[in-house]
Protein backbone atom coordinates (compact mmCIF):
# COMPACT_ATOMS: atom_id res chain seq x y z
CA UNK A 1 0.00 0.00 0.00
CA UNK A 2 2.91 2.32 0.30
CA UNK A 3 3.19 2.60 -3.46
CA UNK A 4 -0.26 3.25 -3.66
CA UNK A 5 0.05 6.26 -1.15
CA UNK A 6 3.14 7.57 -3.15
CA UNK A 7 0.68 7.56 -6.13
CA UNK A 8 -1.75 9.57 -4.64
CA UNK A 9 0.60 11.78 -3.10
CA UNK A 10 2.10 12.41 -6.34
CA UNK A 11 -1.51 13.12 -8.13
CA UNK A 12 -2.46 15.36 -6.12
CA UNK A 13 1.02 17.33 -5.76
CA UNK A 14 0.66 17.05 -9.59
CA UNK A 15 0.32 20.57 -11.92
CA UNK A 16 -2.78 21.39 -12.40
CA UNK A 17 -2.72 20.31 -16.20
CA UNK A 18 -5.58 18.41 -16.54
CA UNK A 19 -4.19 15.63 -19.11
CA UNK A 20 -1.05 15.38 -16.57
CA UNK A 21 -3.24 15.36 -13.57
CA UNK A 22 -5.40 12.60 -15.74
CA UNK A 23 -2.34 10.22 -16.63
CA UNK A 24 -1.66 10.49 -13.18
CA UNK A 25 -4.87 9.42 -12.07
CA UNK A 26 -5.00 6.56 -14.75
CA UNK A 27 -1.84 5.28 -13.06
CA UNK A 28 -3.38 5.14 -9.75
CA UNK A 29 -6.48 3.47 -11.03
CA UNK A 30 -4.54 1.14 -13.06
CA UNK A 31 -2.35 -0.04 -9.76
CA UNK A 32 -5.66 0.17 -6.85
CA UNK A 33 -7.01 -2.44 -9.61
CA UNK A 34 -4.33 -5.17 -9.39
CA UNK A 35 -5.05 -5.42 -5.43
CA UNK A 36 -6.50 -8.94 -5.71
CA UNK A 37 -10.02 -7.69 -3.39
CA UNK A 38 -10.65 -4.93 -5.72
CA UNK A 39 -9.54 -7.24 -8.91
CA UNK A 40 -12.35 -9.34 -7.69
CA UNK A 41 -14.81 -6.94 -7.13
CA UNK A 42 -13.96 -5.41 -10.57
CA UNK A 43 -14.57 -9.15 -12.06
CA UNK A 44 -16.03 -11.38 -10.73
CA UNK A 45 -14.56 -14.13 -8.74
CA UNK A 46 -11.48 -16.05 -8.64
CA UNK A 47 -13.41 -18.34 -10.77
CA UNK A 48 -13.85 -16.09 -13.11
CA UNK A 49 -17.57 -15.88 -13.06
CA UNK A 50 -19.16 -13.42 -15.25
CA UNK A 51 -22.66 -11.79 -15.92
CA UNK A 52 -23.67 -13.73 -19.20
CA UNK A 53 -26.53 -11.53 -20.75
CA UNK A 54 -28.66 -13.25 -22.98
CA UNK A 55 -31.79 -11.56 -24.54
CA UNK A 56 -34.18 -10.91 -27.37
CA UNK A 57 -32.47 -8.41 -30.08
CA UNK A 58 -34.83 -6.00 -31.67
CA UNK A 59 -34.31 -4.00 -35.40
CA UNK A 60 -35.57 -0.74 -36.49
CA UNK A 61 -38.04 -2.82 -38.38
CA UNK A 62 -39.68 -4.13 -35.74
CA UNK A 63 -40.11 -0.63 -33.81
CA UNK A 64 -43.70 0.90 -33.98
CA UNK A 65 -43.29 4.08 -35.65
CA UNK A 66 -45.54 5.44 -32.65
CA UNK A 67 -42.73 5.98 -29.80
CA UNK A 68 -46.08 5.92 -27.73
CA UNK A 69 -47.33 2.65 -28.63
CA UNK A 70 -44.03 1.35 -28.70
CA UNK A 71 -43.59 1.63 -24.92
CA UNK A 72 -46.92 0.74 -24.15
CA UNK A 73 -46.02 -2.60 -25.86
CA UNK A 74 -42.30 -2.55 -23.67
CA UNK A 75 -44.37 -1.63 -20.38
CA UNK A 76 -47.12 -4.44 -20.51
CA UNK A 77 -43.93 -6.89 -21.35
CA UNK A 78 -42.76 -5.73 -18.19
CA UNK A 79 -46.07 -6.17 -16.30
CA UNK A 80 -46.20 -9.52 -18.27
CA UNK A 81 -43.10 -10.78 -16.52
CA UNK A 82 -43.76 -10.00 -12.87
CA UNK A 83 -41.10 -7.40 -12.60
CA UNK A 84 -41.41 -5.74 -9.10
CA UNK A 85 -42.29 -1.81 -9.56
CA UNK A 86 -42.42 -2.07 -13.28
CA UNK A 87 -43.75 1.75 -13.20
CA UNK A 88 -40.68 3.01 -10.96
CA UNK A 89 -38.24 4.95 -12.98
CA UNK A 90 -35.39 7.29 -12.44
CA UNK A 91 -36.72 11.27 -12.54
CA UNK A 92 -33.24 13.51 -13.20
CA UNK A 93 -33.96 17.37 -12.38
CA UNK A 94 -31.05 19.83 -12.55
CA UNK A 95 -31.12 23.16 -10.79
CA UNK A 96 -31.11 27.28 -12.63
CA UNK A 97 -27.28 26.27 -12.50
CA UNK A 98 -27.68 23.29 -14.19
CA UNK A 99 -26.69 21.32 -11.09
CA UNK A 100 -28.60 17.87 -11.38
CA UNK A 101 -30.11 15.47 -9.08
CA UNK A 102 -31.89 11.86 -9.29
CA UNK A 103 -34.17 10.04 -7.30
CA UNK A 104 -36.81 7.22 -8.29
CA UNK A 105 -40.36 7.86 -8.31
CA UNK A 106 -43.74 5.89 -9.82
CA UNK A 107 -45.35 6.55 -13.27
CA UNK A 108 -49.32 6.64 -12.47
CA UNK A 109 -50.44 7.70 -15.97
CA UNK A 110 -49.05 7.87 -19.42
CA UNK A 111 -50.39 8.75 -22.89
CA UNK A 112 -49.64 10.41 -25.81
CA UNK A 113 -49.79 14.31 -23.91
CA UNK A 114 -46.87 12.73 -21.55
CA UNK A 115 -45.82 10.64 -18.55
CA UNK A 116 -47.21 11.77 -15.19
CA UNK A 117 -46.00 11.23 -11.91
CA UNK A 118 -46.77 12.56 -8.22
CA UNK A 119 -45.13 14.36 -5.63
CA UNK A 120 -45.27 17.24 -3.11
CA UNK A 121 -44.46 20.52 -4.98
CA UNK A 122 -42.89 21.30 -1.53
CA UNK A 123 -39.71 18.91 -2.18
CA UNK A 124 -36.03 19.32 -3.76
CA UNK A 125 -37.66 17.92 -7.02
CA UNK A 126 -40.51 20.32 -7.37
CA UNK A 127 -38.56 23.11 -6.15
CA UNK A 128 -36.04 22.56 -9.02
CA UNK A 129 -38.54 21.88 -11.81
CA UNK A 130 -39.99 25.23 -10.95
CA UNK A 131 -36.92 26.63 -11.94
CA UNK A 132 -35.79 24.20 -14.56
CA UNK A 133 -38.38 22.10 -16.60
CA UNK A 134 -36.32 20.50 -18.82
CA UNK A 135 -36.17 16.80 -16.80
CA UNK A 136 -35.31 12.99 -17.70
CA UNK A 137 -37.05 9.44 -17.04
CA UNK A 138 -35.26 6.54 -17.11
CA UNK A 139 -36.75 3.29 -16.90
CA UNK A 140 -34.58 -0.14 -16.56
CA UNK A 141 -36.43 -3.87 -16.48
CA UNK A 142 -33.36 -5.67 -15.98
CA UNK A 143 -35.53 -8.54 -16.50
CA UNK A 144 -35.84 -8.12 -19.96
CA UNK A 145 -32.24 -6.38 -20.79
CA UNK A 146 -34.09 -3.27 -21.38
CA UNK A 147 -33.94 0.55 -20.11
CA UNK A 148 -35.79 3.60 -21.86
CA UNK A 149 -35.08 7.01 -21.21
CA UNK A 150 -36.73 9.89 -22.35
CA UNK A 151 -36.42 13.67 -22.00
CA UNK A 152 -38.49 16.67 -22.30
CA UNK A 153 -40.17 19.35 -20.14
CA UNK A 154 -42.13 19.03 -16.94
CA UNK A 155 -45.56 20.97 -16.47
CA UNK A 156 -47.97 20.23 -13.37
CA UNK A 157 -51.32 18.48 -14.21
CA UNK A 158 -54.87 20.07 -13.96
CA UNK A 159 -56.13 20.69 -10.03
CA UNK A 160 -59.09 18.80 -11.25
CA UNK A 161 -56.95 15.44 -12.18
CA UNK A 162 -54.44 15.83 -9.12
CA UNK A 163 -57.69 15.72 -7.00
CA UNK A 164 -58.85 12.84 -9.01
CA UNK A 165 -55.70 10.98 -8.17
CA UNK A 166 -56.01 11.50 -4.99
CA UNK A 167 -58.92 10.19 -4.39
CA UNK A 168 -57.94 7.00 -6.06
CA UNK A 169 -56.05 6.55 -3.21
CA UNK A 170 -56.11 4.67 0.21
CA UNK A 171 -57.58 6.81 3.18
CA UNK A 172 -54.14 6.35 4.88
CA UNK A 173 -51.64 6.98 2.28
CA UNK A 174 -54.29 10.47 1.56
CA UNK A 175 -53.42 11.07 5.35
CA UNK A 176 -49.95 10.31 5.31
CA UNK A 177 -49.41 12.50 2.25
CA UNK A 178 -51.02 15.33 4.82
CA UNK A 179 -48.95 14.72 7.58
CA UNK A 180 -45.74 14.29 6.00
CA UNK A 181 -43.83 17.67 4.53
CA UNK A 182 -41.53 15.79 2.05
CA UNK A 183 -37.94 16.23 3.09
CA UNK A 184 -38.49 18.15 5.72
CA UNK A 185 -36.18 17.46 8.71
CA UNK A 186 -37.98 16.34 11.82
CA UNK A 187 -36.80 15.69 15.63
CA UNK A 188 -38.12 12.19 15.60
CA UNK A 189 -40.46 9.78 13.74
CA UNK A 190 -43.22 10.08 16.39
CA UNK A 191 -43.73 13.58 15.11
CA UNK A 192 -45.15 11.71 11.86
CA UNK A 193 -46.86 9.48 14.06
CA UNK A 194 -48.58 12.09 16.36
CA UNK A 195 -49.77 14.55 12.91
CA UNK A 196 -51.08 11.05 11.43
CA UNK A 197 -53.10 10.16 14.30
CA UNK A 198 -54.42 13.88 14.76
CA UNK A 199 -55.21 13.70 11.44
CA UNK A 200 -57.38 10.69 11.34
CA UNK A 201 -59.13 11.74 14.51
CA UNK A 202 -60.07 15.08 12.46
CA UNK A 203 -61.03 13.42 9.36
CA UNK A 204 -63.05 10.07 10.82
CA UNK A 205 -65.73 9.69 8.60
CA UNK A 206 -65.09 12.32 6.09
CA UNK A 207 -63.12 13.11 2.76
CA UNK A 208 -59.88 13.56 3.37
CA UNK A 209 -58.38 16.44 1.19
CA UNK A 210 -56.00 16.56 -1.45
CA UNK A 211 -53.21 19.71 0.47
CA UNK A 212 -52.70 22.72 -1.83
CA UNK A 213 -48.76 22.06 -2.32
CA UNK A 214 -49.03 18.00 -3.23
CA UNK A 215 -49.91 16.71 -6.92
CA UNK A 216 -48.83 15.32 -10.36
CA UNK A 217 -46.44 16.30 -13.12
CA UNK A 218 -46.60 15.71 -16.58
CA UNK A 219 -43.17 15.16 -18.60
CA UNK A 220 -44.06 16.08 -22.28
CA UNK A 221 -41.12 14.59 -24.56
CA UNK A 222 -39.13 16.92 -26.58
CA UNK A 223 -39.68 16.41 -30.48
Not at 18 to 41: A, D, E
Not at 79 to 101: C, F, R, Y
Request: with cysteine.
Amino acid sequence: MAEFRRLIIKWVESPSNPFTRFRTLNTVVRFFTTIKPVRRLLHGSQSGTYIEYAFAGMSEYEADANPFKQFDEWFQQAVAAKIDLPNAMTLATATKEGVPSARTVLLKDFDEEGFVFYTNYDSPKGKELAENPDAALVFYWRELGRQVRLTGRVNQVSEEESDCYFRSRPVGSRLATLASSQSEIIPGRSVLEDRFKQLAEKYRGKDVPRPPNWGGYRLLLNS
